[in-house]
């Protein structure tokens, strides 16, 4: 009223009546979304860190991205030397599945595998096949769950002249079964010639007889 006492609003209703007022979506349509918040926030936090690991790196900033990119070149380096890292077998990753199958049945499905240019499988099933006969012929015991490593061990010490190259096709099984590298047509051929050679070997029973007691006197 003109002339009259003025109205006055105590505080606490007054500003409850601004935020009711501003809370309203018309002074809203022009805020950043969820995703640019976020982000904002993100940025605003990596930059504090920056800052505060600018401030004792040795020569500041500059410093700091310094030793950034020599940790990004270490890494790199790294995995081009090292390569891919290799999983380690578990105790269930014997060489064989659990259906059996002969030597003769590897061979074939190692051949097949080849003609098909599928070298990562054709290069397992050729060492399976290479075990498979070892066991047939009893040069080694057949055991469940046994490795690649564990087989060409045990068939080394009868097979002396050719413990290098099983070790060798172990260690291509192990490639390519666990350290995801693939199958090669060279890798292949290689352990394809082994198994022939391998199936002419004569066993040396004797002298692993007497390398396991240790060439006692009598």
Do not use: C
């Not at 070149?73 to 578990?90: D, E, H, Y």
């Not at 105790?91 to 064989?96: E, K, Q, R, T």
């Not at 769950?145 to 061990?153: I, K, L, M, N, Q």
């Not at 693939?182 to 198994?195: F, I, T, V």
Request: neutral net charge.
């Amino acid at each position: 009223m003109s002339g009259g006492v003025p109205v006055t609003i105590p505080r606490v209703p007054a500003r409850e009546a601004a935020e009711d007022e501003l809370s309203k979506a018309v002074y809203h349509q022009n805020d950043p979304g969820l995703l640019q918040r976020a982000l904002s926030w993100l940025w605003r936090n990596f930059a504090d860190l920056m800052d505060s690991a600018s401030g004792v790196a040795p020569g500041g900033a500059v410093g700091l991205v310094t030793v950034i990119v020599l940790v990004v070149v270490l890494v790199v380096v790294l995995r081009l030397r090292l390569g891919k890292l290799r999983a380690q077998p578990t105790a269930d990753s014997g060489l064989f599945a659990e259906t059996p199958r002969t030597a003769a049945e590897h061979r074939t499905a190692a051949e097949e595998h080849a003609r098909n240019g599928a070298w990562t499988v054709a290069v397992q099933e050729r060492m399976r096949a290479i075990v498979r006969a070892l066991e047939e012929r009893a040069v080694i015991d057949p055991r469940p769950g046994r490795t690649a490593d564990e087989a060409v061990v045990d068939a080394g010490r009868h097979l002396p002249d050719h413990a290098a190259a099983l070790r060798d096709a172990a260690r291509t099984f192990d490639d390519v079964t666990y350290g995801n590298r693939p199958g090669s047509p060279e890798a292949y051929a290689a352990l394809r010639h082994l198994d022939t050679q391998v199936e002419r070997a004569k066993p040396r029973f004797a002298e692993a007889a007497a390398g396991a007691t240790g060439g006692a006197r009598p």
